[in-house]
């Protein structure tokens, strides 16, 4: 995450320097800079953030470097060289502070924390504890704390965080809030901005369903709502502009939902059957996929048990829809992750419990073979 976030910032750097009037640009500025702090340890960094090299060479190199190599520099950084590693975290809090002195204030925003390599979170360590970076810089991590247990890296870094703020005499600024599901009352509230009415009495009980349904969860409850109206359990009246609905009707058909995974796979089966059977695929692939080698299991389609599939999409057809439908999310350019994981598990529990430990064993027989082959 906190590649792609510099990389998104040195593609902004460039974007300005491309519609800059002035002979001075800002890249020639920030390239002088980097040079003069970096030297040779420059050319380290722009091999693995996006754009960086474009800004070095003031536009000169069109093609942005790979960003899938940062993850195994650092993997490799830790294995054959301390001292490289030393050097590149160093280069990554100069870089940093050069940034930050143009872009004032610089807020990095990371999500998904729980998922996040020990590599990552070093570097994110590291630049949260830089008191000697005089910019404002703010580094705000979100992470889901039902999947982070007291043994995850992430709760080190933070008891480190601590111990280097009572040491840094308030020049390093902590705070942690915890962000709990939606109460009665908010989802009442959520209700009546999302089908614009002002009387709190009127959605109440639509309201309390929905948080029956859905445990206040926002993620949940904006899918519960979509799949009400796809139902036509909730319905616009264009002759009295507003939205209609029975509650009595809605508690009564979706009583069967107990929980958000009953929801998102009811949803999924209205797709057609070669997207369900696509969507099981990527359920066994993990919370994030390339591309690549989701399509190196669809092209063996045939080896599943699917109904009878008659369409025939590509398998990059098929990532635009299931993005477009907010199952799945682009990370970057070929790369995607579950919108959440109840989506990915909705997914896996598309495949039926007898077959399934068959269907995951034909996938990773054609990893096999694939990789075997190249």
């Known amino acids: 995450a906190i590649l792609e976030v510099f990389g998104e910032l040195c593609r902004r750097v460039v974007t300005m320097n491309s519609n800059a009037e002035e002979k001075s640009s800002i890249c020639d500025e920030i390239a002088e800079q980097l040079c003069s702090e970096l030297q040779d340890e420059v050319h380290l960094l722009a091999k693995i953030i996006p754009y960086l ?24 950084n830790y294995v054959k060289s301390d001292d490289r590693r030393t050097r590149l975290l ?19 925003l990371l999500d998904d924390l729980q998922w996040a390599d020990v590599s990552s979170l070093e570097i994110i360590e590291l630049l949260v504890s830089d008191t000697q970076n005089k910019n404002p810089v703010m580094i705000i991590g979100c992470y889901r704390s039902n999947e982070v247990d007291k043994n995850h890296p992430l709760l080190s870094m933070q008891r480190n965080l601590m111990e280097k703020k009572e040491a840094s005499d308030k020049l390093l600024q902590l705070t942690q809030i915890e962000l709990d599901n939606l ?17 709190a009495t009127k959605t109440r009980e639509l309201a309390d369903i929905c948080y029956k349904r859905t445990e206040g969860n926002p993620f949940f409850l904006v899918e519960f709502v979509k799949v009400l109206e796809e139902e036509g359990l909730l319905s616009f009246h264009l002759g009295l502009f507003r939205w209609k609905w029975d509650a009595a009707e809605i508690a009564s058909k979706t009583a069967s939902t107990q929980n958000v995974v009953d929801l998102l796979q009811v949803k999924m089966r209205k797709l057609s059957l070669e997207a369900q059977g696509f969507l099981q695929c990527a359920a066994c692939l993990g919370s994030s996929f390339t591309s690549e080698s989701l399509g190196m299991i669809w092209q063996h389609q045939n080896v599943f048990d699917f109904k009878s599939i008659s369409a025939k999409k ?45 269907f995951r064993r034909n996938i990773g027989e054609i990893w096999y073979r694939e990789l075997g082959e190249g």
């Open 90 to 108: 160093y280069a990554f809090r100069v870089f940093t502070r050069i940034m930050s002195s143009f872009f004032q204030p610089l807020i990095i």
């Open 314 to 358: 590509s398998t990059n057809e098929l990532l635009a829809e299931m993005t477009g439908g907010h199952y799945l999310e682009m990370l970057e350019i070929g790369k995607f992750r579950w919108a959440h994981d109840k989506v990915q598990q909705a997914a896996s529990s598309l495949t039926e419990e007898g077959s399934l430990a068959s």
């Open 183 to 199: 109460g009665e009352n908010e989802v009442n509230r959520a209700i009546m901005a999302l089908l614009s009415i002002d009387d």
């Open 53 to 76: 090299g474009q800004i070095i060479t003031s536009g000169v190199n069109n093609s942005p470097p790979d960003a899938s190599n940062l993850r195994t520099s650092l993997q490799q």
